[in-house]
Each structure stands twice: as C-alpha cells, then as structure tokens.
C-alpha cells in the first residue's frame, strides 16, 4: 500500500518561492496518477495541479506560470515547485495519488504553507 511523507512547507514572503516534496513508500509511483491539493481555513480542498502517468501536467488557472507539479519515479518522489507566492496561496498542501487501473488512492499528511509580510 503507497503511502506519503510530505515536507517542504514552511514561512514565506509574498513573491517567494517553496518546494513541496512528497516520498512514497510501500510502492513504486509508476502507475499512479499524481495530484497536489490545497485547502485554507474554511474552504473546501481544491486541486493545484495534476501529473499523469506519462507526466503530463495540468494546473489550476489560479496557479499557471507559477507552479511546477513534478515526479521523480525512481526517486519515489513527488513535488511542486511553487514561485511567485502571494497570501491567497496561504493552505495546507496535500499530495495525492492514484493508481491507474486499481483506482487505490493515497495522501500525503499536509505540509502548512504560509505567505505573509
């Protein structure tokens, strides 16, 4: 069963930048596809960004030209770059993933990002 260690959150100043990093463990990350959420307090979580098996990547409007979802399969490691960070980007950040035929889903446990002056 795949299972996720997150990391990379953290303080930052509007206009800087974070990468999120989430490591797999139990198995390999070959086949599954691979998303980052967020959600900030009182909202429901949304979609970030989306990578595919074959590691085509899809964004949020909100975050295109800022955010690099990314996966380093024999790293066991997913990520997402994030630059150009404002305070609406302020949430707990999740990575998610989903096997591509057995539709099993794993997710990370939250890394905090806050952007604040």
């Known amino acids: 069963q795949l299972q996720f260690v997150e990391s990379g959150g953290g303080l930052v100043q509007p206009g800087g930048s974070l990468r999120l990093s989430c490591v797999a463990s139990g198995d390999t990350l070959n086949n599954y596809y691979i998303a980052w959420f967020r959600q900030a307090p009182g909202k429901k979580r949304e979609l970030v960004a989306r990578?595919?098996?074959?590691?085509?990547?899809t964004y949020a409007d909100f975050v295109k030209d800022r955010f690099t979802i990314s996966r380093d399969n024999a790293q066991f490691t997913v990520y997402m770059q994030m630059n150009y960070l404002s305070t609406a980007d302020t949430a707990v950040y999740y990575c998610?993933?989903?096997?591509?035929?057995?539709?099993?889903?794993?997710w990370g446990q939250g890394t905090q990002v806050t952007v604040s002056s």
């Open positions: 990578i595919t098996v074959g590691g085509s990547p």
């Open positions: 998610h993933a989903r096997h591509e035929w057995t539709s099993s889903e794993s």
